[in-house]
C-alpha cells in the first residue's frame, strides 16, 4: 500500500527544519515483530527543538502517531495515515546527575539500567527486564521484576501538539498499573529517575538475576511482542491463557508462545492481521473459559490493509 505523498507541502511549510522527513517509509523493521506497512511520512527529529518546530507548525488536520523501539507494538498490514514521529540518536543521552539518572525518551530501557547500575546507583534494575525505551516506557507506566516507572520518576518533559514543551512531575502522569493520564498528544522527550547509593556487586548480582529469569521464561530471541495481555485484578494473564488451552495455538504464522503463553510470536511470515487475529482468538477463548476479557497490553496502531 502507498499514501499520497506529503513530503513536498511539509518541507515547504516547514524551511527550517530540523530532523528528516521521509514519504511512504516501511516500518515493519523497526518492530519486534517485524510487521505492518508504511508510515505516510516518518519523521526522526533531530532533538527536543526540532520536535518543538514541527510540531507548532504541521496541518492542524495531520494526524501524529509516536513510536518508540517498537518492542510492544503491532503495526498494521495497511500501514498508519498522516506523520509518524520516531526518537532516535538526539532523545538517546543518558546522564548520571548525582543519586539521579536524566534519560531521553529514545534511550532502551535496559541501558539506563546499566548506567544506574555502573554508577552504583540502585533502583532501577527492574527496568532491564522491559523491552523497550524510555519514551514507551513512561507511556505505560512500564513494569517488571517488583518496579514499575511510577517508583522513581521525579519528572519528564514532554512536547505537545502545538508545539509546547511541558514538564510533568510523577503525581502530574497520572500513574496506574500499565498506564498514564497524561494527555496522548504529548510526545515525551525526556526522563528524572531517582536512584539511590547501593552496592555495586548487589546491584549487579540482581541485574543478572533479571537477564537470566528472562531468558529462561521468555521468548526473547524470538519475534516477539512482550506481554501481551494485562494482567487482570488477582490474576496471571499467562495463567488464563494457558487454562484455556492457548499454549503453542497457531493462527497463520502466528503462534501463542510454548515457553510463556503471553507472548505471541510471528514464526515467519506472519502478517500483523494473523497476529492480532490470534490475540483476539485467545480473548475469545480466555472469556469463554473463565469469564473474564482480557486487555490489549501491546499496542495495535495503524488501518487494516483492506481498509
Not at 515547504?12 to 521521509?22: E, I, K, Q, T, Y
Not at 500501514?79 to 532523545?91: S, T
Not at 532501577?124 to 519514551?135: C, K, N, Q, S, V
Not at 485467545?282 to 499496542?299: A, F, N, Q, Y
Request: proline share 5%; net charge neutral.
Amino acid at each position: 500500500m502507498s499514501f499520497p505523498d506529503l513530503v513536498p507541502g511539509l518541507t515547504s511549510a516547514l524551511p527550517d527544519l530540523r530532523g528528516r522527513l521521509v514519504a511512504n517509509a516501511p516500518l515493519a523493521a523497526f518492530t519486534w515483530f517485524r510487521v505492518g506497512g508504511p508510515a505516510q511520512v516518518l519523521f526522526e527529529p533531530a532533538d527536543e527543538a526540532g520536535l518543538s518546530y514541527a510540531m507548532a507548525r504541521l496541518p492542524a488536520d495531520l494526524p501524529v502517531t509516536v513510536i518508540g523501539l517498537g518492542s510492544n507494538l503491532i503495526i498494521r498490514d495497511g500501514g498508519i495515515p498522516g506523520l509518524v514521529v520516531r526518537l532516535g540518536k538526539g532523545f538517546s543521552d543518558i546522564a548520571v546527575e548525582g543519586t539521579q539518572i536524566r534519560a531521553g525518551a529514545g534511550a532502551p530501557d535496559v541501558k539506563v539500567a546499566r548506567t544506574a547500575a555502573d554508577a552504583g546507583l540502585k533502583g532501577l534494575a527492574f527496568l532491564r527486564g522491559i523491552p523497550g525505551a524510555i519514551g514507551g516506557a513512561l507511556r505505560m507506566n512500564g513494569g517488571a521484576y517488583g518496579g514499575e516507572v511510577k517508583d522513581a520518576l521525579v519528572s519528564c518533559r514532554a512536547v505537545g501538539r502545538d508545539g509546547t514543551v511541558h514538564e510533568l512531575t510523577n503525581a502530574q502522569m497520572g500513574f496506574t498499573y500499565r498506564h498514564c493520564d497524561a494527555p496522548e498528544d504529548l510526545i515525551f522527550t525526556q526522563a528524572l529517575f531517582q536512584a539511590e547509593p547501593g552496592d555495586a556487586a548487589e546491584i549487579a548480582a540482581e541485574m543478572e538475576r533479571i537477564t537470566s529469569s528472562r531468558e529462561a521464561t521468555q521468548p526473547i530471541k524470538s519475534r516477539t511482542g512482550g506481554s501481551t495481555f494485562k494482567n487482570p485484578d488477582g490474576q496471571k494473564a499467562w495463567q488464563l491463557v494457558d487454562k484455556a488451552g492457548c499454549r503453542g495455538f497457531t493462527l497463520g504464522n502466528a503462534q501463542v508462545s510454548e515457553m510463556h503463553t503471553n507472548f505471541l510470536i510471528n514464526l515467519g511470515g506472519a502478517t500483523a492481521a494473523d497476529i492480532e487475529a490470534l490475540g483476539e482468538e485467545v480473548r475469545r477463548r480466555v472469556r469463554e473459559t473463565s469469564g473474564i476479557s482480557l486487555e490489549w497490553e501491546i499496542k495495535r496502531i495503524g488501518i487494516p490493509l483492506s481498509a
